[in-house]
């Protein structure tokens, strides 16, 4: 067994260790860890059935344009299906290297490494940075809507990897119900040129995108809050 232990001493990041089982040929079938001498398993006598089942009532959610992101990788069967199931693509968040280690899965999945991204965020990244990672990846891929899929064996290894995962996942199906950059592309706000409205404070770095309004000549209204306001057309 592998111990999951903080990185520094102010974490409070859960303390487990993570136990391995396998077939007779040896192959891996199961993980699961021990927390407070309980052993909660991942799959359970479900076996991999248990992820193909979540996988494919993910698929007959997805669209065409989704971009399905998995919180927490398991054992790899659901993310499997979905990436030889479908040409979307795919990212996955691990904060637990321990359980990547035993499964082997960045590895496995090298032959999609053109449609997969692997975040593997440090015990010391807040669910807000690797949230902000996950909008650079959107970014490249035409800002498509998330398809958020977390694994329920991740909300079990105790409360701040519950909340680091649910965070995320609450996150990414807020921005896809409300789906900003689908808005965006609503007539009013195609107009060419567009209109611009610069909201900006005493001290906040503004000065580029004023210059570059001016060098292409698009209109714009600049708010100063927090002194004195100011309008400028």
């Keep these: 067994m592998n111990p999951r232990k903080p ?12 136990k ?42 997805l669209g065409a344009d989704s971009l399905p992101v998995f919180l927490g990788s398991g054992m790899g069967c659901a993310i499997s299906k979905i990436l030889n199931e479908t040409n979307l693509p795919v990212a996955i968040v691990e904060k637990e290297s321990t359980i990547l280690q035993h499964t082997g899965l960045a590895e496995k999945l090298a032959a999609f490494d053109g ?22 990846w959107q970014s490249t ?26 965070f995320l996942n609450n996150a990414l199906k807020a921005s896809r ?3 900003f950059w689908e808005k965006i592309r609503y007539p009013r706000f195609v107009e060419n040129p567009p209109r611009i409205l610069l909201i900006t404070r005493q001290y ?6 004023i210059e570059a309004c001016q060098a292409l000549d698009v209109p714009f209204r600049l708010l100063q809050v927090g002194t004195e306001e100011l309008a400028q057309e």
């Excluded at 010391?124 to 996950?134: F, G, K, V």
């Design 177 to 179: 119900n409300y789906n």
């Design 204 to 209: 906040f770095l503004i000065g580029e995108i």
């Design 115 to 136: 449609r997969l991204t692997f975040i593997t965020p440090s015990n010391s990244e807040n669910p807000q940075e690797t949230l902000n990672r996950l909008t650079r």
């Design 20 to 61: 391995p089982f396998r077939n007779q040929d040896g192959q891996l079938i199961d993980l699961a860890a021990i927390i407070g001498g309980r052993e909660i398993r991942m799959l359970g006598p479900a076996g991999a059935e248990r992820e193909l089942a979540m996988a494919e009532a993910f698929k007959s959610k």
């Design 141 to 166: 891929h035409m800002n498509r809507p998330f398809a958020p899929l977390l694994h329920p064996f991740y909300l079990k290894l105790g409360e701040e990897i519950k909340d680091y995962y649910s």
């Design 7 to 18: 990185t520094n001493a102010s974490s409070t990041y859960a303390t487990y260790a993570i």
